[in-house]
């Protein structure tokens, strides 16, 4: 199964820019979507922005023109820069990815593993 390592949380203040980067190693097969969520205290586990293998993108409306995703396919790596931060933007960030599985005799799917999390803190 593969493995997820997260770097680059930390505290900034408002208005200000972090870069989080994600690492997949161990991965026999194809990963899929890969991308970030995010989870504030309180608060259900949400997307933020999430990359495919040929580079189509989704992402949260409050992170918008703000937030941009970039995917290495061949380093299987996945970098979300995170300008014009906001106190709202605090959480614990999480990689996601999505890895080909094979299934039964002869189909695959997708099995999402996720790494430990990273904490974003912005002050106001």
């Known amino acids: 199964q593969v493995q997820l390592v997260e770097s680059g949380g930390g505290l900034v203040q408002a208005g200000g820019s972090l870069r989080l980067s994600c690492a997949a190693s161990g991965a026999i097969f194809g990963i899929n979507d890969m991308g970030w969520y995010r989870q504030a205290p309180g608060k259900q586990r949400v997307l933020v922005e999430n990359?495919?293998?040929?580079?189509?993108?989704n992402y949260a409306d409050s992170v918008k023109g703000r937030f941009t995703i970039s995917r290495d396919n061949a380093k299987n790596t996945v970098t979300l820069q995170m300008n014009s931060l906001k106190p709202e933007d605090t959480a614990v960030y999480y990689c996601n990815a999505e890895q080909v599985t094979p299934w039964g005799s002869t189909g695959y799917r997708n099995v999402g593993v996720w790494g430990q999390g990273t904490l974003v803190t912005v002050s106001s």
């Open positions: 990359i495919n293998s040929g580079g189509a993108t």
